[in-house]
């Protein structure tokens, strides 16, 4: 049987290269600087978070989905400069389904094409599989963000279909959004050893 997984408990997810810690009302002090300086990062997002005042609101959303016991958002630390290097989430949590959304994610442009991805993934998948008792894990994106949808089939994602013009995004536009997905066989039978063989060639 899962663990029970606690929304108020503060779970800390690491190796020897990057943290994964629960997000803190504080965070925005470290957080505006990406929001501020590299509003880009947030292009095909449905929630914008570029300038501090989106960002306030980005972080009041994921409050809020913790609190409802839908949503458990952490910051990303990279180890290797003890430095803040982006956010991501577990969210439309369905604890009686065992199944999760994995998303929300985001890194500084100084930490993308870093391999810091690879290893958050791991994290993330490792404790919703094996610690939560997760069935499924799915992934969701902008239809036309091909660095994003490239990062989740390199770690073992399944493209499922395409639902068109299924959402609003942040800039008034509807988007069409891909699904993909691990399943909880998937994990255990290929996807977990062939990321942590990728892992061990991470810069």
């Not at 770690?155 to 909880?184: F, K, Y």
């Amino acid at each position: 049987m899962p663990n029970p997984f606690d929304f108020q408990s503060e779970y800390i997810l690491e190796d020897s290269i990057v943290l994964l810690r629960p997000l803190q009302k504080n965070d925005i002090e470290t957080l505006v600087y990406f929001s501020e300086f590299q509003p880009e990062l947030w292009k095909y997002s449905i929630i914008g978070a570029d300038g501090r005042e989106n960002m306030e609101k980005y972080i009041d959303v994921a409050f809020k989905g913790r609190l409802n016991n839908t949503e458990y958002p952490f910051v990303v630390i990279n180890k290797r400069s003890n430095s803040i290097a982006g956010s991501t989430r577990f969210y439309d949590i369905q604890l009686h389904n065992q199944s999760l959304q994995l998303g929300y994610t985001w890194y500084g442009k100084e930490f993308q094409g870093t391999g810091l991805n690879k290893h958050c993934k791991y994290l993330l998948l490792k404790f919703a599989f094996e610690e939560m008792g997760m069935k499924r894990v799915e992934f969701r994106a902008n239809a036309q963000n091909e660095r994003s949808i490239n990062a989740m089939k390199s770690i073992g994602c399944t493209v499922e279909g395409i639902l068109r013009n299924n959402v609003m995004e942040h800039n008034g536009q509807r988007r069409s959004s891909i699904i993909l997905s691990i399943l909880e066989d998937e994990w255990f039978s290929s996807v977990k050893q062939s990321l942590e063989s990728k892992l061990l060639v991470t810069p």
